[in-house]
């Protein structure tokens, strides 16, 4: 599959350094242009953002973080980069210009995204001498979260730019949809411009205040979209008898005089003062940065559920999620190594802020989500992965123990280490430590037994011989190691002596 080497974003406000986030935390380099003052401060705002974000959305392995190059020149930037994303401000003029130094001073077979939300790339590329690599790739705010990103071409795009943006797009945890027509706004857009514009209408005529309208959406019809979406939320409407049945019985309501859509609203001084002192009501005792976690927070949360949708397939968004992490352990599984002293080390990380109790230290359950990440990782070397449990294998936890020796705490590295002790590949008996990096502190331990199971039989059942083929080997060669004093102890006894 084609990926991003290296990427360039010229222009880092909220949308730049949304995508600068994303390449980053997908361990790519990114080289940035903006000459805004406070351009490095406001950047490294969003990506502090990004980073805490994703220690809560995934405990896959995140590969090593991408090298930050902030230039002093857009011809510096685009220097040695397959991946060009132009996200200036959204003025036609402006980013025509830009867009024209980039395909001048740019590698002529790096794609050129602009993050433009409404302006079409026929316009955009008309000043450049290369426009065939040149498309929309709009994305949606918090790039470094939300997946999707909508694909338009211009008249002198080439299709096959498209299609290996949406390639390259996958290895970075994003979707890219391909619009068949170029439309000015997109489609997204479009349909946030239609919900807005009556929203807007019902504050100007005090139907209600924002505060009532926002939470008509996110408690209705907001949570079904999140899942959803529009037709679909309408199919299951229309109960057995689907879509067609639905639109014979409400599509008669579409002419009724129910919307302003056709009208636009006046935005004078008197409508600008309603809704902005409604939202501070609303909100304003919050501050953005703060807003923004708290959003996060939520979109975390959202695609965390629709993650184990659908029999723990993923739907939406949560699907999406679910094969970035899938190709994360992948990557993982091909670096993780045996030690000197040939016990696997699986699991290399540091403590998020999110893993912090109220003591300063790394809560209780996070040793144990330690040793379950490291876990996933050796699934992933032996081949135990999403489209092995599809098939209707997998291993289950059947017993473990797990001691808390020393106190792991903000920003500490850690990594595990883990030994296979005698096993007949139907179980696999393992013995893991977690250690504290700088000084090798050992930090907790834990022991477990897992049976392979047949999910169609609801038995345990031996593991398929590519399984075996793996797994064997590794438990042949940690036979010869020493059993660790602490394997086969139960709670507060202490280890036998010979």
């Not at 037994?449 to 031996?462: G, I, N, T, W, Y």
């Amino acid at each position: 599959m084609s990926q991003i080497a290296k990427a360039a974003s010229i222009g880092g406000g909220v949308i730049g350094g949304g995508w600068v986030a994303r390449f980053l935390l997908a361990g790519i380099d990114v080289n940035v242009y903006d000459p805004h003052p406070q351009a490095q401060r406001l950047i490294s705002e969003v990506i502090a953002n990004a980073e805490y974000a994703y220690t809560m959305l995934t405990s896959a392995p995140l590969p090593k973080r991408g090298v930050l190059t902030f230039c002093t020149s857009l011809e510096e930037a685009v220097q040695d980069v397959d991946w060009i994303q132009e996200s200036v401000p959204e003025r036609l003029d402006l980013k025509r210009s830009v867009l024209a130094q980039i395909d001048v001073a740019a590698d002529p077979k790096a794609l050129v995204g602009s993050s433009t939300s409404g302006l079409m790339a026929t316009d955009l590329q008309k000043d450049m001498k290369r426009p065939e690599r040149m498309f929309v790739a709009h994305p949606f705010n918090p790039v470094y979260l939300l997946p999707l990103v909508e694909l338009v071409g211009g008249k002198q795009t080439a299709r096959a730019a498209l299609e290996d943006a949406k390639a390259r797009l996958v290895t970075i945890g994003m979707t890219g949809l391909i619009i068949s027509k170029e439309i000015d706004a997109f489609v997204a857009d479009r349909l946030m411009e239609a919900l807005w514009r009556e929203a807007l209408w019902l504050i100007k005529d005090d139907i209600c205040d924002t505060e009532t309208l926002d939470n008509v959406i996110r408690y209705s019809f907001g949570l079904r979209w999140a899942q959803m979406g529009l037709f679909e939320t309408y199919r299951v409407a229309g109960g057995e008898a689907g879509m067609r049945d639905y639109l014979s019985k409400y599509g008669p309501c579409l002419q009724w005089p129910w919307t302003k859509l056709t009208n636009v609203v006046d935005l004078d001084t008197d409508l600008v003062d309603k809704v902005a002192s409604q939202s501070d009501a609303q909100s304003g005792q919050r501050g953005i940065r703060q807003l923004e976690k708290i959003r996060d927070q939520n979109l975390v949360g959202i695609m965390q559920a629709l993650k184990v949708g659908d029999e723990g397939r993923g739907w939406g968004a949560g699907k999406l999620l679910a094969d970035f992490e899938a190709r994360l352990w992948r990557i993982a599984s091909k670096t993780q190594m045996a030690t000197g002293d040939q016990t696997l080390r699986l699991l290399d990380l540091k403590v998020p802020a999110a893993w912090i109790d109220y003591n300063g230290h790394m809560t209780e359950y996070r040793y144990t989500q330690c040793f379950a990440d490291a876990t996933e990782a050796l699934f992933q070397q032996i081949g135990v992965d999403m489209n092995y449990v599809n098939g209707g294998h997998s291993y289950y936890t059947v017993e473990s123990h797990i001691r808390l020796l020393a106190e792991a705490k903000l920003g500490d590295a850690l990594y595990v280490k883990a030994q296979l002790l005698p096993s007949d590949g139907k179980t696999i008996h393992s013995f893991m430590s977690l250690y504290r990096t700088s000084d090798n502190t050992l930090l907790s331990t834990y022991e477990s037994m897992m049976l392979h199971v047949s999910s169609k039989e609801k038995r345990a059942v031996p593991p398929l011989p590519e399984i075996i083929g793996k797994l064997k080997p590794l438990i042949e060669g940690h036979s010869a190691l020493p059993v660790p004093d602490a394997a086969g102890r139960s709670v507060g006894m202490k280890p036998a002596r010979a």
